[in-house]
């Protein structure tokens, strides 16, 4: 069984930056792909970021050149540090981490941007 904790959302101000990092735990291959998701109240979930075991990375159009994902592979950990925050950022955040076959889900994090 897998677990995902994620933690750093909150308020922020238009302009601002937040860290958000999910720590995933249980079994699971090296070879996966971890990433961040997010939901605004009405939307559908979307794509944010993604980051292989390898290090290779996929963007967002709306978030590139603001946003970057990082992992930490030996602690089973990624990251999304998010600058230049827009109010349309605003949303739920789940962490996924997927394989082969399979693909977990965090329990998501709020992030509030304030105009």
């Known amino acids: 069984q897998v677990q995902l904790v994620e933690s750093g959302g909150g308020l922020v101000q238009a302009g601002g930056s937040l860290r958000l990092s999910c720590a995933a735990s249980?079994?699971?291959?090296?070879?996966?792909?971890m990433g961040w998701y997010r939901q605004a109240p009405g939307k559908q979930r979307e794509l944010v970021a993604t980051?292989?075991?390898?290090?290779?990375?996929n963007y967002a159009d709306a978030v590139k050149g603001r946003f970057t994902i990082s992992r930490d592979n030996a602690k089973n950990t990624v990251f999304l540090q998010m600058n230049s925050l827009k109010p349309e950022d605003a949303a739920v955040y789940y962490c996924?981490?997927?394989?082969?076959?399979?693909?977990?889900w965090g329990q998501g994090t709020q992030v509030t941007v304030s105009s």
């Open positions: 996924n981490v997927r394989g082969a076959l399979y693909s977990h």
């Open positions: 249980g079994s699971m291959f090296s070879s996966n792909t």
């Open positions: 980051i292989t075991s390898g290090g290779s990375t």
